[in-house]
Structure formats: structure tokens, C-alpha cells
């Protein structure tokens, strides 16, 4: 087998996450072309490294065990995160989070998607136990911010807010996946656009804004809930018809809530070359500018200003 073919067979395990599998066997690349075993089936690291000694560096599962193994990864890293939960540590959650939904936000598959909707659930679920997490999560500031880190953010914040405004439980949950995922179209956008260094030219911004039907069409292939697809392709359309795809006017409530919170976080997270990210009150008057164009749902500007200003 050559180099290349070997490669694409293996998966390399982040160090952080080498306790967690049991199951799933571990290998070590002993030439460029082939692996043998390391940590055979049903067996935790830190027996075969008591045995043996230090573990070769880097260890890869194999794609035949793929499934196994995120099942293993996210059990442990919820795990890790009700810890992180319990002790009230944002920036550990923060962390865990980017860790247990990178691969929903980069390859929305049914198994990543339906094992980050249990991790959703968990969240809320625990919402009121730990609000204060929850309320700081945001503004743990993370340099490495990716569509994964966008989306947790989005995605906090929409939890909050659904609390605030005392939707149901399972609303929250809903709203909290729906967020979660609104950006999962980008996964299929060059990465030169993605991470342009210098505002989009007005072909890439075009190219940009297909992530909305290419969010839409992944979500709609692993038949997740209607309104959770609906958010991926609607996000983006402003109530006086200005955005996009459809420029349309009218459009699913999840997608106003989030539409909105998705700008919010966009200019209070993220540097850019371009400009600066600005503090909470700033943001939130550059968009009532925009309020006023029609752009936004005025009833959400409302209660976002009011769950913003909430004492934590």
C-alpha cells in the first residue's frame, strides 16, 4: 500500500483525547506506508502505556472503526464537560465544546449531528444549574476562531435568550441546535474566502453566500428537524427583503432569532483586518441603525437588549 492510500485509511487521534477510547484500537505509523497495532480492543491507554512504557506519538484509529470511535470521544468529552460545568469553568467548556462539535459544524454527517444534538440537550438541561457558565461562555475569547467557535457562540447565546423569553425546554433545545448548525454551509466554501485577510471582492461575497442553500442541503439530506433546515437558509434574509438568498420577507422565527444574534456575534467576536470587534452597547446601536431600515424584528432587538442588560 502506498504512502498516500495508507494515509487516507487513518485517522490521528489529539493527544487530549487518547483516554478516552476503550473499544477502539490505536495505531502507530512504523513506516511512511503502513501501522501497526498499538492498543488492541477493549483496553484503556494508560494500561497499554504502564506495559509498555511511553506511547509512539502521534496515534491514528482507523476509518473502518470511525463511528466507534466519535461514540467513544463524545461520551468522554461530555464527560469532561459536565466536569468543566460543575467546577464553573467557561473557558474549559468553551474548549470541550470546540472539541465535541467540530465535526458537526465540519462534516454534518447524521452520527456527528445526532451526537451534537445530545450534547445540546445536555447544555440546556443543565442551563439552570449552571446559568453562570452559560453567561460567560461568549466571552471566553478563543484566537483560534473558527465556524466551530462562531457556532458555540451563536449558540450560547440563543440558549440564553430562549431562557429569557421562558420558551419551553424543548424549544430551547431546538432553537440551541438550530444555531448550532446555521453555518454548517460554509463547510463547502473555498477556504480562500472563508479566510480572506481584506474584505470580500463582490464575486466571493456572491460565492459566500451560498453557504445558506448548501447549509439547507446538507441538513435536509440527514432529515434533520424542518425548522433546523429552514434556519441554515434563512439566517441571512432581513425582514425589508434586503438579505439573502431570496431576499425574501417573510421567514421561520428560529432564523429572525438567530439571524439576529449571528450579526451580533459577528461584530462583537471577531476581529477582522478591516475592523475592529466592537463591545456589546456599541454593537447593539450599530444595529439599531440597521433596526430602523427594517432589517431586524424589533419585538427580538427588544428582548436581546433586555436579556443583555439581565444581571448575571
Known sequence: MDEVTALKNMVRVKSAHLRFFWETPLYYRCD????????????????????????????????EDKQRALREMQFGLNEKLGEFMASNDPAGVKETL??????AVRSP????????????????????????????????????????VHSINVM??????????????SQCKELGL????????????????????????????EVMKQHTIRGYRLLSQNLLPRETCL???????????????????????PAEVIGFIDCFEAITCHERPYRAALRPYPALWKIRNELFSGKFN?????????????KK
Request: net charge negative; glycine share 4%.
Open 32 to 63: 511512511p506506508s503502513s501501522f501497526d497495532l498499538y492498543k488492541p480492543k477493549f483496553m484503556f491507554i494508560d494500561e497499554v502505556r504502564r506495559a509498555s512504557g511511553a506511547h509512539p506519538d502521534p496515534l491514528f484509529y482507523h476509518t
Open 98 to 103: 470546540v472539541d465535541l462539535f467540530q465535526d
Open 109 to 148: 454527517t447524521s452520527e456527528n449531528v445526532e451526537m451534537a444534538a445530545g450534547t445540546v440537550n445536555r447544555l440546556v438541561d443543565d442551563y439552570l444549574k449552571n446559568e453562570n457558565v452559560i453567561n460567560t461562555l461568549v466571552s471566553v475569547v478563543t484566537t483560534d476562531y473558527t465556524t466551530a
Open 156 to 169: 450560547t447565546l440563543t440558549i440564553r435568550f430562549g431562557f429569557y423569553c421562558q420558551y419551553s425546554l
Open 178 to 205: 438550530a444555531a448550532l448548525l446555521h453555518d454548517v454551509g460554509k463547510t463547502e466554501v473555498s477556504t480562500h474566502v472563508l479566510k480572506a485577510p481584506r474584505r470580500l471582492t463582490d464575486h466571493e461575497f
Open 231 to 253: 434556519t441554515a437558509l434563512q439566517h441571512h434574509e432581513r425582514v425589508n427583503g434586503s438579505g439573502y438568498p431570496f431576499g425574501a420577507t417573510s421567514f421561520c422565527w
Open 298 to 310: 424589533k419585538e427580538v432587538f427588544r428582548q436581546f437588549v433586555l436579556n443583555l442588560a439581565k
